[in-house]
């Protein structure tokens, strides 16, 4: 699963777009909830994940990992939420 974050606000496709509902995704989501983290699920266009500030990717055996850039365009590798959101998870993994 695929999300993004612009100006501190996180986006991801919702299950109507055709995505698989992964176990790594909700507790995302659920993470986001907990920590008052703003959460869109919608339906985005290329050009609205390309104006993001940083990407990330989401799936059970890798968990969560950072984009570092698609299509010649960069993305932040230090962005706050996402470092929030992956020290979280790690922490989740670890109960």
């Given at each position: ?12 496709p919702s299950l109507e777009s055709g995505i698989l509902p992964g176990i ?67 922490r989740f993994l670890k109960i």
């Amino acid at each position: 699963n695929i999300f993004f974050i612009n100006k501190n606000k996180i986006y991801t496709p919702s299950l109507e777009s055709g995505i698989l509902p992964g176990i790594v995704r909700e507790k995302i989501l659920h993470i986001a909830k907990q920590k008052n983290i703003p959460l869109t699920e919608g339906f985005f266009s290329q050009d609205e994940l390309m104006k993001a500030d940083a990407v990330f990717l989401t799936n059970s055996l890798m968990g969560v990992m950072p984009v570092k850039s698609i299509n010649g365009k960069k993305f932040k590798l230090d962005n706050e939420i996402f470092g929030n959101i992956s020290s979280l998870y790690k922490r989740f993994l670890k109960i």
